[in-house]
C-alpha cells in the first residue's frame, strides 16, 4: 500500500501582532545599565547609540549575543557603559515593540 504525503499542516499559524507584554526588563542602576536608542549601524558588530542620560556611545554587541539579537537602526536597546571609556558601552538587552510600547505608557522613554 503506498500512501500520499498531504500537503499543508495541522498547524495553526498566529500572527505576531497579538503579543501582550508580561514582563518587561528595565535597566538597573546598580549595574550602570541605561535606555538607549540605535541611531546607526557601522559594522562589525558595532553601532551608535542615543542613550537616555544624553551621551552619544558607539556600542558592541557582544560575541555571545551576537547571532541571537538582530539590531536595527531605532530599536531600543539597554546599554552597559564601560567603566574605562563612557564613550563606548555593550549592548545588553533588545526590546519587542509591545515591550517598548510599555516602556513609552510608564514614563521610561520620553
Known sequence: ?????QS?????????NNQEVTRVRT???DRN???ATV??????????LQCMDGVVRMG????????KMWVR???VV???PWEIQDSKADVIWKYTKPQVDWLERKGYLN
Open 33 to 35: 545599565e541605561v535606555l
Open 78 to 80: 539597554i546599554a552597559n
Open 73 to 75: 537602526e531605532g530599536d
Open 60 to 67: 558592541r554587541i557582544p560575541g555571545s549575543k551576537n547571532k
Open 1 to 5: 500500500m503506498i500512501r500520499k504525503r
Open 27 to 29: 535597566p538597573r542602576k
Open 8 to 16: 499543508g499542516s495541522n498547524k495553526s499559524v498566529s500572527s505576531g
Open 39 to 48: 541611531a546607526s549601524l557601522l559594522g562589525s558588530k558595532r553601532v551608535t
